[in-house]
C-alpha cells in the first residue's frame, strides 16, 4: 500500500487508517469482530490506528488485539476523559490520562499524542491563555515527549 509523511513527523502511513471508535463496544461487533477487523486492516496495509479515551472501550481493545502483532503501525490517541472528571489544566490528570493510555494499549510509548478538539463547543479549555496556546497541558507534552513517551503531538479535530 502507498505511503505518505504524516505532516511534518517524518512517520510513514498508509492513506487510509483505522478509527479506533469502531473497534470499540459502540461498532456494536463484539471483540472477537473487532480483533479480526483490525488483523484485517494490519494484512492489507494499513499502519496507522486511531483512538482515544472517550471512544468506549476501544483503547483495551486494541491493546489486546495488537498484543504481539509483528505488522508495524503506529498509534495516535488523545488526552482527556480520565480521570473523572478530568480537569485539563491539571498535570496530574494529564499524566494519568497518558499513563492510563499506554496501559490499556499495552505499551511503552505513543507515537502520536493528540489534543482533542479544543474547538469544540462543551470540549476540555485546555489552554491558560487562548493567544499563545499556553498552559500546563504544553509542559506535560513537552516533559512526556523528553522522557520517550510519546513521539508527536498534535491537535485532532474537525
Known amino acids: 500500500m502507498e505511503r505518505r509523511r504524516l505532516g511534518r513527523t517524518g ?17 456494536g461487533r463484539g471483540r472477537d469482530e473487532a480483533n479480526l477487523a483490525i488483523h484485517r486492516a494490519l494484512d492489507l496495509g494499513i499502519n496507522w490506528i486511531d483512538t482515544a479515551p472517550t471512544y468506549a472501550d476501544s483503547e483495551e481493545v ?15 490517541t488523545k488526552l ?8 485539563p489544566k491539571d498535570k496530574d490528570h494529564l499524566r494519568r490520562s497518558v499513563d492510563e493510555s499506554l496501559r490499556l494499549l499495552k505499551r511503552d510509548s ?3 499524542l493528540l489534543i482533542h478538539e479544543p474547538e469544540r463547543p462543551g ?6 491563555e487562548w493567544e ?18 510519546i513521539r508527536y503531538t498534535g491537535i485532532g479535530g474537525t
Open 62 to 76: 486494541l491493546g489486546i488485539a495488537l498484543e504481539g502483532v509483528s505488522h508495524p503501525y503506529h498509534i495516535a
Open 80 to 87: 482527556g476523559g480520565r480521570p473523572s472528571p478530568f480537569d
Open 110 to 112: 505513543i507515537d502520536l
Open 132 to 149: 499563545t496556546f499556553s498552559g500546563p497541558v504544553n509542559d506535560v507534552l513537552d516533559e512526556l515527549k523528553e522522557q520517550g513517551v
Open 11 to 27: 512517520i510513514e502511513v498508509a492513506p487510509l487508517g483505522l478509527g479506533g471508535l469502531f473497534v470499540s463496544s459502540v461498532g
Open 123 to 128: 470540549q476540555y479549555d485546555w489552554w491558560n
